[in-house]
């Protein structure tokens, strides 16, 4: 029988012996219950195969396989179990919420950010799937974003501008990657430098100058292109169905 939800089973994977000791001491006064922990990434997959944990608390950097692997190979062979990533690879943040892990927590890490980290593990144990998200930096912070909070991407030169319905998020990127990225997730290109999140859609209307325009929920307004239109008119009515 699983443990409940509020003691979380944890697999610590580390190449560093001091780092998963303090780790574990960390976790255990949480309240987490730490089943094993690993040295290396294929040492880590064969005990979150084993032992079935809610999440399996890993770096990157790490020996036979590292953390990216390792978070693609137990997407086959142990879904249920969620990936945290604490590391001190910042530039790989976006690599990582590409492989869609619960969360991303920076060395040296504080008690209250990885509390929040334990939180999301929860809450998408809750909602039984993993809620997408992206990763976004600055000020040297690292911030989380869902991406159902997004609501159009805008390029700018080598600048991606991620517009929520409360400010703008820059982000170091390209349009296409981001593209392949957020198309499952209800977004479609509107024109050269911008996607839309169809279910942040308010209304398509015609502007001043005989344009298509979609209006948002924070009642933003962004141009559509002419040979988008007949792709945006039919996303919106397969939504409507």
């Known amino acids: 029988m699983n443990a409940p939800l509020d003691q979380l089973r944890v697999v610590v994977a580390d190449d560093e012996p001091l780092a998963v000791q303090a780790l574990s001491r960390e976790l255990t006064n949480m309240g987490c219950h730490v089943v094993e922990s690993a040295s290396t990434g294929d040492a880590a997959l064969a005990a979150c195969v084993r032992h079935r944990p809610h999440v399996c608390i890993a770096d990157i950097a790490m020996p036979d396989r590292d953390g990216l692997s390792l978070a693609r190979a137990l997407r086959v062979a142990a879904p249920s179990v969620r990936v945290v990533f604490v590391t001190a ?29 334990l ?22 912070a690292l911030h989380v974003l869902a991406v159902r909070e997004i609501e159009w991407v805008q390029a700018d030169g080598a600048t991606l501008w991620l517009h929520t319905a409360h400010r703008a998020w820059a982000q170091r990127d390209r349009m296409q990657r981001m593209e392949s990225l957020l198309t ?41 292109a002419r040979d988008r239109v007949a792709d945006i008119r039919a996303g919106l009515a397969t939504m409507a169905n």
Request: no cysteine; charged share 30%.
């Open 89 to 117: 690879h910042p530039q790989y943040a976006v690599d990582a919420f590409a492989e869609e892990v619960v969360d991303f927590v920076p060395k040296p890490v504080r008690r209250a950010r990885l509390a929040d980290a």
């Open 119 to 140: 939180g999301r593990v929860r809450r998408s144990i809750a909602a039984g799937e993993d809620e997408p998200r992206l990763i976004v930096g600055e000020r040297g």
């Open 184 to 224: 499952a997730h209800g977004f479609v290109r509107v024109h050269r430098s911008a996607l839309v999140r169809l279910g942040a859609v308010v209304s398509l209307v015609v502007g001043e100058e005989r344009e298509h325009v979609l209006v948002l929920r924070s009642g933003v307004r962004v141009r559509v």
